[in-house]
Structures are given as structure tokens and as C-alpha cells.
């Protein structure tokens, strides 16, 4: 998973910019759209998939820890969702994938979810970031020891 983490960056990043248009649903937004969304989502993924894979290598055996393994696929899921019903204007009318792909009455509904998904991706976005940072903040320096209790804090003639 972690080899993933950049390239999904990289990708959800253009879904969310102009995904919509696999449905023809991209119009108007789609510049606001990727400066504003897709350019600062991408960004904190891809910075969170760097520290993903360097935590992954420094553990032994090799292996991103639990927390990362399940925020960054969570991440990914919520932008997925958050491009398919992230509105936009086609023609002078709201469009989204959600509404191309079932009726344009939904366009509120629609709306309503981007809004929710993309307060959760900036989220999950940030906190996958933020947790790699601070997990690497915190051991940084201790040589070649895995992540764990500091040696003086080791149980005398336990593992560690």
C-alpha cells in the first residue's frame, strides 16, 4: 500500500480537478475547482503517501503502521466520492456525476455531499499528513530502532 500512496495522490487529484467530465459534467468550475480543491488535496496526499512509504521502510519488518494503513485508503475512498458529486455548471445548468448518472433533481442532494466529503477529505487529507509527520517527528534520531518505547523506558530483559 504504501508504493500506492503517491500515484492515488496523483490521480484523485485529477479526478476531483476534471473527473467529472468522464460523465460530461465538467463546465465552468473546473479552473475554481482544481486550484482551490484538487491542487491542496493533492499536495497533502502526496506528502502523506512520501511519509507512508518512509514509515513503511522504517519499520521491521517492513510495513506502514495500522493508523496509516487505514487513514490514507480512507482518504482515497471519501475523494472518490467527493469528485462523483462535486457540482459544477454545464450549458448554465448544475451538473455532478451523481446527476448524470441518475436524474438532474438531484442536484441539491448532490451539493449537500460535496460539501460533507469535502470537509472530509481535507480531513482525512491532513490528518493522514499530520500523523506520518508527527510518528516520524517522534523517533527521528533513535538510529535504527523501530518505533516503541524509548530504551530507558524498556522493560530490563524484555524485547527492546
Do not use: E, K, Q
Amino acid at each position: 500500500m504504501p508504493v500506492l500512496g503517491v500515484p492515488a495522490a496523483l490521480l484523485l487529484g485529477a479526478w476531483v480537478a476534471v473527473g467529472r467530465g468522464l460523465a460530461g459534467a465538467a463546465g465552468d468550475l473546473v479552473p475554481l475547482c482544481t486550484l482551490t480543491l484538487a491542487l491542496p488535496l493533492t499536495a497533502l496526499l502526496v506528502v502523506a503517501g512520501v511519509l507512508l512509504r518512509r514509515d513503511a521502510r522504517a519499520h521491521v519488518p517492513r510495513g506502514a503502521s495500522l493508523r496509516s494503513s487505514l487513514t490514507m485508503p480512507a482518504a482515497w475512498a471519501v475523494l472518490l466520492g467527493f469528485g462523483a458529486v462535486l457540482p459544477d455548471r454545464v450549458d448554465g445548468a448544475g451538473v455532478s456525476v451523481l446527476t448524470r448518472a441518475t436524474d438532474p433533481v438531484h442536484l441539491g442532494l448532490s451539493a449537500g455531499f460535496a460539501n460533507i466529503l469535502g470537509i472530509l477529505s481535507f480531513v482525512l487529507a491532513t490528518g493522514s499528513a499530520g500523523s506520518r509527520s508527527a510518528r516520524t517527528r517522534s523517533w527521528t534520531g533513535r538510529g535504527s530502532d523501530p518505533p516503541g518505547p524509548p530504551r530507558d523506558l524498556a522493560v530490563p530483559g524484555g524485547p527492546g
